[in-house]
């Protein structure tokens, strides 16, 4: 199953400032998805990034808050744009296991905005 | 709309007991696939089994079993011989290819093992 490196592990951010998240694969996958997980509670769907095309937001998420890059196969990065107390989360990006249904998650990156 | 329901959001349970954590679901999908996902302290997120939903046999891995019924959409997980290691968090996620294969997850039961 691939292996995610997830950078940065933990951060403290000022309001009003922006934080870059990237996730490194250790194969090629064609789609990858970004969570956040508030405090306490459950995975909720950022978007899906798909190398070569505009990443897909769910509802309740714009691109000008949470942009995504995806430039090649086994690489992405979100931001997290203009930052206030309410985007303190982990955020954690993920990619499907090929062939076997299952799902491998990044370590996650916990932010705390001050 | 795809959901996801655990209803115990905490459960304990003395060392080298057995434990079932409750879950269901909701899809007018037929082909489907669901998950129970550990998340320690740590925060990692961690696969604990899988279930494809046109398979009839209940899925087992270790000290961990499900049982999944497809008609009543319940996904239940049994942990057998509970170890200290597995407290966590512990949610219940669904899948399918005809929904982009997104993960919808339930809200976590918090699972304490006491020693």
């Known amino acids: 199953s691939a292996v995610i490196s997830q950078k940065p592990s933990r951060d403290i951010c000022q309001r009003g400032t922006s934080l870059t998240i990237q996730c490194q694969v250790d194969?090629?996958?064609?789609?990858m998805f970004w969570y956040r997980q508030q405090p306490g509670q459950s995975l909720t769907l950022i978007a899906t990034?798909?190398?070569?095309?505009?990443?897909?937001?769910e509802s309740g998420f714009v691109i000008d808050k949470f942009p995504i890059s995806r430039p090649n196969l086994t690489f992405s990065t979100l931001t997290v744009s203009n930052m206030s107390p309410e985007d303190s989360s982990i955020y954690l990006c993920?990619?499907?296991?090929?062939?076997?249904?299952?799902?491998?998650f990044g370590s996650g990156t916990r932010l705390t905005v001050v | 709309a795809q959901t996801v329901t655990q209803s115990q959001p905490e459960m304990s349970v003395q060392e080298a007991e057995t434990v079932t954590l409750s879950c269901t679901y909701d899809?007018?999908?037929?082909?489907?696939?669901l998950f129970w996902y550990k998340q320690p302290p740590s925060r990692q997120m961690i696969l604990v089994i899988r279930?494809?939903?046109?398979?009839?046999q209940n899925a087992t891995e270790n000290r961990f079993s499900v049982n999944f019924q497809k008609a009543a959409k319940s996904f239940s997980l049994k942990i057998s011989d509970s170890q200290l290691g597995d407290t966590a968090m512990y949610f219940c996620?669904?899948?399918?290819?005809?929904?982009?294969?997104?993960?919808?997850f339930g809200a976590g039961t918090i699972l304490r093992v006491k020693s």
């Open positions: 194969s090629q996958v064609t789609m």
């Open positions: 996620a669904f899948g399918a290819m005809e929904y982009g294969n997104k993960l919808v």
């Open positions: 279930q494809e939903a046109y398979k009839q």
């Open positions: 990034a798909n190398q070569g095309s505009e990443a897909t937001y």
């Open positions: 899809t007018s999908e037929n082909n489907y696939y």
């Open positions: 993920s990619v499907p296991r090929p062939g076997t249904y299952g799902y491998t």
